[in-house]
């Protein structure tokens, strides 16, 4: 089962918006409204962001949204602030055989 | 406030076997389906498997293709504890060790991690 296609690095200015998408195929990110979304800092745990394609945890800034269409999920950072910057990882449920697959990840970089 | 911390990581000879240890607290760890997520540095997550709760899954595991057949996962409820037990161990399992919680298909909670380096 490969990773989940990202983009390697997205950027803007605090202020802008940004959107990573995060690639599959109709077994994992197509076939079913389980994708999350992870935020990590260098040297942290990763922490969940976003569930369900579209759902934020509780704390979690509501600059923060998911979305799907297709085999393509989509976080948007809205607002970019400095402390956003970091790596963002996509997950996808993919069936009882496979279970999880994650994305590449994307850095992205506040200007 | 949840709690997850991992324990048991260190330098390991290839083929060797070492085990991992998280320590829950802070939720119902006893309702609470598990899991293991590693990071191989510098690189990106991966899901190693999962152990379902006792009382209503009976505690049964799934494993990613990778470390299928050579990696364990189960728990003692009784003290809060989550394990990996690692065997055939391989230079491409070094990697940071994160437990996790799962939540509706995701992993609302991790630990710190624990390193797991595999080398002669």
């Known amino acids: 089962q490969s990773a989940l296609t990202q983009p390697r690095s997205v950027s803007g200015s605090p202020g802008q918006s940004v959107t990573i998408s995060c690639t599959g195929t109709?077994?994992?990110?197509?076939?079913?409204?389980?994708v999350s979304w992870y935020q990590q800092h260098p040297g942290k745990a990763p922490k969940l962001m976003i569930y369900?394609?579209?759902t934020r945890p509780s704390g979690v800034p509501d600059r923060f949204s998911g979305s799907k269409s297709g085999n393509t999920a989509s976080l948007t950072i809205s607002g970019l602030q400095a402390e956003d910057d970091a790596d963002y990882y996509c997950c996808s449920y993919a069936g009882t055989y496979v279970h999880y697959v994650f994305g590449t990840g994307t850095k992205v970089t506040v200007l | 406030e949840v709690q997850l911390e991992e324990s048991g990581g260190g330098l390991v000879k290839p083929g060797g076997s070492l085990r991992l240890s998280c320590a829950a607290s802070g939720f119902s760890f006893t309702n609470a389906w598990m899991s293991w997520v590693r990071q191989a540095p510098g690189e990106g997550l991966e899901w190693l498997g999962l152990i379902k709760s006792y009382s209503h899954d009976g505690a049964t595991t799934d494993y990613a293709a990778p470390v299928k057949g050579r990696f364990t996962i189960s728990r003692d409820d009784s003290n809060y504890m989550l394990y990996l037990q690692m065997n055939s161990l391989k230079t491409e399992d070094t990697g940071v060790y994160y437990c996790?919680?799962?939540?509706?298909?995701?992993?609302?909670?991790w630990g710190q991690g624990t390193l797991v380096t595999v080398s002669s």
């Open positions: 109709s077994s994992d990110v197509g076939g079913y409204n389980y």
């Open positions: 369900d394609v579209s």
């Open positions: 996790t919680t799962v939540g509706s298909a995701s992993f609302p909670d």
